[in-house]
Structures are given as C-alpha cells and as structure tokens.
C-alpha cells in the first residue's frame, strides 16, 4: 500500500547549523510534497511544498529537494535557530488540496542553543 | 487567509458518551475535509475523508459507524465520535482543501478524553 518512510525519527543539532530530513515514498503516482511543521500540542503548519515538475524548491532558510527517480525527497534547514525545534511532517500525494495526504513518521528536531 | 477554526479544542467526558467536533473553514470554501487521529509522540494518521453533500470515505479499519461525519455545507464538517470509550482518547485534527489546488489547511485539534 502507500507508504512514507522518514528518517531520522529524532534530530539534535547545534544552533546555526544545518538540519536535514529524508523521506521515501512508494506511491509513483504521487505528484505533491509538503512539509508540515508541529509544535507540541498546536496544530501542523505547512512550511513549504514542491511538485513534482521541479527538482528543488527554496524560501529563505527552507529548501525541498526532489528526486522522482529514486522517489526521495528532502527537507533542508539551514542557519538553524531554537524557534525552529518541533515536529516536522512530511507527506506525499497525488495532488495537492482535495487529495489525501499520505504522512511520514515525523522527526521531532531539538536546536541546541 | 486559509484559517481553519475547530471545535472545542478539549473534551473530558464519561465512558459512553457521544462526542461531536465541528471544522469550520473561516475564510474560503471547503469542497474536501480530512479528519485525522493523532496519537502521543505519533504521525496523522487519516481517519477519513469528507466532500460536502456526499458520504465521506473512511480508511481501511476506521469504524464509519463509530465516527460518524457530516459534511453538510463547504464550510462545516461534523465528527461525532459515538458511544465513545477511553481507546477513543487521541488528539483529532481536521484539515481543509478548496478545491483550487491550494494544500491542505489544518484546525488546531481537540483533546479527547474518555474516562
């Protein structure tokens, strides 16, 4: 069935470096990637999303890689900062909106001040 | 813009009681919602998906009878959770999708707690 795989499930990182997070889809058919961040207790925020006819995607400090072939994609965060310390999400679809979104295992990021 | 408002963010209440959790959205139409089940420390696990005017479409192992939704206007979406019990406590998000390509929106979740 479809699936998202995440990796790594926990991330510590000093304050200022960069932090990186893998996700594999199974679904060929997917077409559309957010990435939803999630502080404890609040609600899942869309940081940034991709499609799938462009390879990399960037907003300030974020950037979203994609790999169709090998149906990777990544997060990037650079210049890290204690604010951005939550739970991120990412998800895989075969369209954005009005498609189910099927979701990674989250990696919960610690910035170390 | 895109705000969507969810209803109420915490519930305590005693074992057999029938719970309902209302997703509004605030500022646009909502052609599709999605409800979700999340537990401690775990992924947004897909409970079903609601059209307005039309029967929502549970995942495989999702109860329809025990979580009953009621899409009934574009801008409303209804979960009632029935008879529910203390496996039924979890944190239940709603999200929300116009239809125009834009990604999904979420509510701020409810806290259900059976005792």
């Known amino acids: 069935g479809e699936n998202v795989e995440q990796h790594p499930s926990t991330l510590s990182v000093q304050e200022g470096d960069s932090a990186v997070i893998k996700c594999t889809y199974s679904?060929?058919?997917?077409?559309?990637f957010p990435w939803y961040k999630q502080e404890l207790g609040k609600r899942p925020q869309l940081i940034i999303d991709?499609?799938?006819?462009?390879g990399e995607k960037k907003d300030q400090r974020i950037a979203v890689t994609l790999n169709k072939t090998a149906k990777h994609f990544s997060l990037h965060i650079t210049e890290t900062q204690p604010e951005d310390s939550a739970v991120y999400f990412c998800?895989?679809?075969?369209?954005?909106?009005?498609?189910?979104?099927?979701f990674g295992t989250g990696t919960r990021l610690k910035v170390l001040a | 813009g895109a705000v969507v408002s969810q209803h109420p963010s915490r519930v305590i209440c005693k074992s057999g009681t029938s719970v309902k959790i209302e997703c509004r959205s605030l500022?646009?139409?909502?052609?599709?919602m999605f409800w979700y089940r999340q537990f401690p420390k775990q992924s947004l696990m897909l409970m079903a998906t609601?059209?307005?005017?039309?029967?929502?479409?549970?995942e495989q192992g999702v109860e329809k009878d025990k979580f009953l939704i009621n899409h009934a206007s574009l801008t409303l979406s209804t979960l009632t959770v029935t008879s529910a019990h203390p496996e039924d406590s979890s944190f239940y998000i709603c999200?929300?999708?116009?239809?125009?390509?834009?990604?999904?929106?979420f509510g701020d979740g409810t806290r259900l707690s059976i005792l």
């Open positions: 679904d060929s058919a997917s077409n559309y």
């Open positions: 991709i499609r799938s006819n462009v």
């Open positions: 500022d646009f139409q909502a052609t599709t």
């Open positions: 609601s059209n307005e005017g039309s029967k929502a479409t549970y």
């Open positions: 999200s929300a999708a116009d239809g125009g390509g834009q990604p999904q929106h």
């Open positions: 998800a895989a679809s075969r369209g954005s909106g009005t498609y189910k979104y099927i």
